[in-house]
């Protein structure tokens, strides 16, 4: 096996999307997933869930890691947003901690608004003047029935194999309300084959496109091995246009075919 981190297989360059075939959907233009963050937020719910739209595409949380999130997890208890925090490892489907990184200026906007909306509206404050008056241990993102609450979930077994090739069986939480919710916003903004996991290949796919190395891509994910993160990047016809515009423009081809054939360069 080719170690290289670098490396980008021409299979994952030239193979396309196909609908239903298990993987969610990316968004393509920064103007698609602008139109998500508009459909999230003329939602009944618009600043949350802008917020959460903008921390799938931005950090690439899963969304049952994302439901766990506590107001601690994000916030100082001087109640200043933090850049960095550690994601624990019981939120997270391989059980172990990654860092996770909020440093987009929109995802700082998103979530700025929507702390604010839950101080106003008083959900789940506490008598301390930490963390902005919030309950530092309360979820980060509340479900709305008459008054503010937290979500459900439930837990779900899976098949999967440790580090010494064993088979074993793992368990995570899961929220399936959240993952139901972004995958109808999702469709409702024209991304087909949309789900709670385009949030996660976006940023995969993004980060490539800009000429992130594989070895970044694989350590921003979280990923043991560089053939998941391969998984997550969508292939883009752009480059094989890009590598082959201009190569071998010096070159002159022999007089007496260029006079057979008028056209040929």
């Given at each position: 096996m080719d170690n290289n981190p670098t490396r980008r297989p021409v299979k994952r360059l030239k193979a396309e999307y196909t609908a239903g075939s298990g993987k969610a959907q990316i968004a393509e233009t920064p103007s698609q997933l602008s139109s998500i963050l508009w459909r999230a937020s003329n939602s009944e719910q618009g600043k949350r869930n802008t917020a959460m739209c903008m921390l799938l595409f931005a950090t690439g949380l899963r969304i049952n890691e994302l439901a766990q999130l506590q107001v601690r997890d994000v916030l100082h208890p001087c109640g200043e947003l933090?850049?960095?925090?550690?994601?624990?490892?019981?939120?997270?489907?391989?059980?172990?901690?990654?860092?996770?990184?909020?440093?987009?200026?929109?995802?700082?906007?998103?979530?700025?608004?929507?702390l604010s909306q839950r101080i106003a509206e008083g959900a789940m404050l506490c008598d301390s003047n930490d963390y902005r008056s919030l309950r530092p241990d309360s979820p980060l993102f509340l479900a709305k029935k008459g008054t503010w609450r937290r979500f459900a979930f439930n837990v779900k077994r899976y098949k999967a194999t440790d580090k010494d090739g064993r088979s074993v069986t793992r368990e995570a939480m899961v929220c399936s309300s959240l993952e139901n919710l972004m995958r109808e916003l999702f469709k409702e903004s024209g991304l087909e084959g949309g789900s709670s996991h385009s949030g996660r290949r976006t940023l995969g796919s993004w980060l490539d496109r800009k000429g992130c190395t594989l070895e970044a891509i694989q350590s921003i994910m979280n990923h043991e091995d560089p053939e998941t993160t391969l998984i997550y990047i969508d292939p883009w016809d752009k480059r094989i246009d890009q590598a082959f515009k201009g190569h071998l423009a010096e070159v002159r081809m022999p007089e007496q075919l260029r006079r057979a054939h008028p056209f040929t360069v």
């Open positions: 933090k850049t960095t925090f550690r994601l624990p490892a019981k939120y997270t489907k391989t059980g172990k901690s990654r860092l996770v990184y909020i440093l987009v200026k929109q995802l700082r906007t998103a979530l700025e608004l929507w």
